[in-house]
């Protein structure tokens, strides 16, 4: 019998005296992402890339309804298209890495590792719209996407290369793009509560935070544990200037060209670390149950003469189990019980059925909750019901403890020195409201090195008759600023 758990082989960080330490030892201990040699670049491991599949899965099938189809775009991008949108390409220049030549031979012309697929796809929309029964054209692409400027990534939460989709939809009048706005944001919100047990505060970027060549950018924002804010997923109203540089044009009804009005929109991999960060604790990993690849660990308890009838009860168990739950039964004798249970705490797995020969006798299970740490005895003819049961209470609670957190990060500031020591000092966001100025925005980032994560569309009202924090002329806007990964 293997020795129990080493301290060190745990969790020895505390994530309320150091989260960076902490996550960093939860995410790589669990066996969830792993670092390669090339740093930046993660690889993810069969519980991490489960994780992605299903929220792949739910966002591509809601995405769907609404009249998306997929499709796939080379991950190379020649430079003359890169710079076809100046804005766009300045927005993007110090993070593209470039191909430059194949074996011995130099490249004609250089090609951009792809940092996102506008430039790529929409030559070809130039050449697939000619009219208005074209459109509108509403594709997405799964994919990677490599940014390579920073110089200390954080794993999943800022990576150089990471997962995402690609949205990117073109339509024959404003109006009509304006009104998906809702429709995304929308579904990546359905996705984040449902799946991940995420609250996010919808709002609009400002225009120095906004996507490069885009008219508008609204984004769903969260709080980390240790105060800062992080994107997540994002939509752009791109207007026409993707078209107007790539000649994307229709014939209207009338028989008059007009350009495409486009927008984009993405969730990424980056969800996965905020998932991790909030729902996590300091034995682990703490996963929402639709996300686990393993949501019921059935442990065996016996000594060497119960083993065959304690080992067989189990596996009983995990077939009776299986229409409800994806269920793994731990029968691996070289290590003890009592380690089993760290390592799957550990490792985030939502449920723990512990069964041995007494158990047995008494026709019941002991039954481990990982989000409460709560036992309970379960009789083995209601465990069916009572897993079912208990895996949508843990995601729910998952859920309202993750809502509280973020609320109670909310701050409502009322002069400026308050909202630098919310910056600087305690964490979370500082609501206030803001006339509308870059001078005041850059303010703020120079004293604090702070930002504006984004105005909230649900308290834009609270502006009227309020000063600005920064220089008490009139608020345009109800902004919520914080320190920013």
């Not at 020795?3 to 902490?22: L, Q, V, Y």
């Not at 309020?466 to 109800?478: F, L, Y």
């Amino acid at each position: 019998m293997a020795d129990e758990r080493k301290k060190e082989d745990g969790i020895t960080a505390k994530k309320e005296e150091n989260f960076s330490e902490w996550y960093i030892q939860i995410i790589s201990k669990s066996e969830f992402v792993d670092y390669t040699s090339v740093s930046g670049c993660l690889a993810f491991r069969p519980d991490g890339y489960f994780a992605w599949e299903i929220i792949q899965k739910a966002t591509n099938a809601l995405l769907s309804e609404t009249g998306i189809n997929n499709v796939y775009f080379p991950l190379l991008i020649p430079e003359k298209l890169l710079n076809k949108e100046k804005e766009h390409i300045k927005g993007f220049n110090p993070e593209v890495a470039w191909v430059t030549q194949t074996g011995n031979s130099k490249l004609d012309e250089r090609l951009a590792v792809r940092p996102t697929s506008e430039t790529i796809m929409y030559e070809s929309y130039s050449k697939w719209i000619r009219s208005w029964r074209d459109l509108p054209l509403r594709y997405n692409q799964w994919n990677s996407v490599v940014r390579w400027e920073f110089k200390h990534p954080t794993p999943l939460l800022r990576g150089r290369e990471f997962l995402w989709n690609e949205g990117h939809t073109a339509f024959a009048t404003k109006e009509e793009a304006e009104n998906e706005k809702d429709t995304i944001l929308k579904i990546y919100l359905s996705v984040l509560k449902d799946y991940l047990a995420l609250p996010g505060i919808m709002g609009r970027k400002t225009d120095s935070e906004k996507f490069a060549g885009a008219e508008a950018s609204y984004s769903i924002e969260h709080i980390l544990p240790d105060g800062a804010a992080i994107q997540g997923p994002i939509f752009h109203l791109d207007g026409q200037n993707f078209s107007k540089s790539f000649g994307i044009k229709f014939l209207n009804k009338e028989g008059k060209t007009e350009y495409v009005y486009q927008n984009t929109f993405a969730i990424s991999t980056r969800e996965l670390g905020v998932m991790l960060s909030v729902h996590g604790d300091n034995k682990g990993l703490v996963i929402p149950p639709k996300l686990a690849r393993i949501q019921v660990i059935i442990i065996p308890i016996y000594n060497n003469d119960a083993k065959e009838l304690v080992i067989k009860s189990a596996n009983d168990l995990s077939k009776k189990l299986s229409a409800k739950a994806r269920v793994f039964v731990d029968d691996n004798d070289s290590y003890s019980p009592g380690w089993k249970f760290h390592e799957w705490e550990l490792r985030g797995v939502p449920i723990r059925i512990e069964i041995g020969e007494r158990d047995i006798k008494a026709d019941k299970v002991v039954v481990y909750r990982r989000d409460t740490g709560k036992k309970q005895d379960v009789k083995i003819g209601d465990l069916t019901k009572e897993i079912e049961s208990l895996l949508e209470e843990i995601h729910q609670n998952l859920y309202n403890n993750a809502l509280k957190q973020l609320k109670s990060n909310i701050h409502q500031v009322h002069d400026y020195s308050e909202l630098k020591k919310i910056i600087t000092g305690t964490g979370g966001f500082a609501e206030a409201p803001w006339c509308g100025s870059s001078k005041c925005e850059e303010k703020v980032k120079s004293d604090t090195k702070g930002k504006i994560s984004n105005m909230p569309l649900d308290i834009q009202e609270k502006a009227k008759g309020k000063k600005c924090i920064v220089c008490g002329e009139e608020a345009k806007h109800m902004a919520n600023f914080a320190k920013s990964y």
